[in-house]
């Protein structure tokens, strides 16, 4: 009972109570903490999520009769999350509370038949960081650090190179971060990157301490950035990363990263109607990738391949149409990604509807198709997800 006392307070009882502390001062004329001030320097924004998930595990060569991995059929979850930031003089604060409360009931393997709650106290994401002069920054904290518009992944990441994109709503984990980042003016970036801690993410591998130095320069039409990493008990990596916006609707782009003996890179455009309309299209490949004949290729899907859970083949396609702010209250994604050595491919569509200020219905589905060997086909047929989403800010 102790954790969700904790939880709503932070959610239901401090807002209110920082809210009376503004009225508060005001009263007393005081104009050291009035209402306007403190909502200046203190946000909040809150989301929570309400939704039922099924998914139809394969029977395959990795999880036969899910025996292995367990997936369960039906889920039903509420996930709160509360994102709290303060911004002081030179100081700035965020934290990122969460509670997963869930259900869940197996039609398949060992757990046939079970039914099983769970729930979840956790911080996914905080972050303290100092601003001593206007080009210099330095934080150390747990976050999600991302770069780049790529969609299937990115290859320039020494972190971790999977993006969360294929799974709308669904919040990647967070791992442990200290960045100091040095801008001497606006077309220049240099960051010292330290990731320490794994954070929340769970990864097939053992995790080891990775350094980066990344030098970013944006002018005009064109960003690239250069990152140079090392991981200890491994190889130097070079990444790269570099956009190009040829007009106000196209966009294209590269991303990859070098190693002695491994080569990634990955090739993007995208399109932007004047309705709001944006087709993109990327081309995958990776040097390492496993081949279908390959005797260890379960080992190589168990214990992953870079700490991701896909696209450890050689080459992939995507094809995305993104349709946004239908009459304001729509969106609607649809995407394609077929692996283009073992011709399995996954089917993604996504559909949002704002219903109120505050309210959001969406609805995911996923179709998977391949044989059991192959690498889209041998985990779940078909992924289902509806839910409504509850959102407001300061």
Known sequence: MGKYFAIFFIIYILPGFSNAVADSTDKFGTDLLNKKEFWDVFEIEFHNLYFAM????????INPNN??????????????????????????FNVKPRLELSWSHWEDGSKKGESDKDSDLFVNEWTAGIKPFSSLFISYGREDLQWGPSLLLSPSNPFYTYNGRSRPKIEVAGSDYGRIVWTPDMSWSLSFIANTDEGRKKLMKKFHKTYAVKLDYLKKSIYSSLILSHQETKQT?????????????LRIY??????????????GISYTYNSNNIFSMEYFYNSKGISDNNPLLPFVILNSFDNRDSLFRKKYLLAQYYYYDVFNDFNFLLRYTQNLDDESFIILSHFEYNFADHFQLFLTGDIYNGNKKSEFGSMLHYRALIGIEIFFNS
């Not at 039903?76 to 930031?85: H, K």
């Not at 956009?243 to 106000?248: P, Y």
Request: glycine residues 4%; charged residues 25%; negative net charge.
């Open 54 to 61: 099924m998914q139809d595990p394969s029977d395959s060569f």
């Open 67 to 92: 025996n292995f991995f367990e997936i369960p059929r039906y889920t039903l979850q509420t996930d709160f999350r509360p994102d709290f930031s303060i911004k002081f003089s030179k100081l700035q």
């Open 237 to 249: 990596r070079i990444g790269e990363l570099i956009t190009w916006n040829t007009n106000d609707a």
């Open 254 to 267: 590269q991303e990859g990263s070098f190693t002695d003996d491994t080569m990634e890179s990955l090739f």
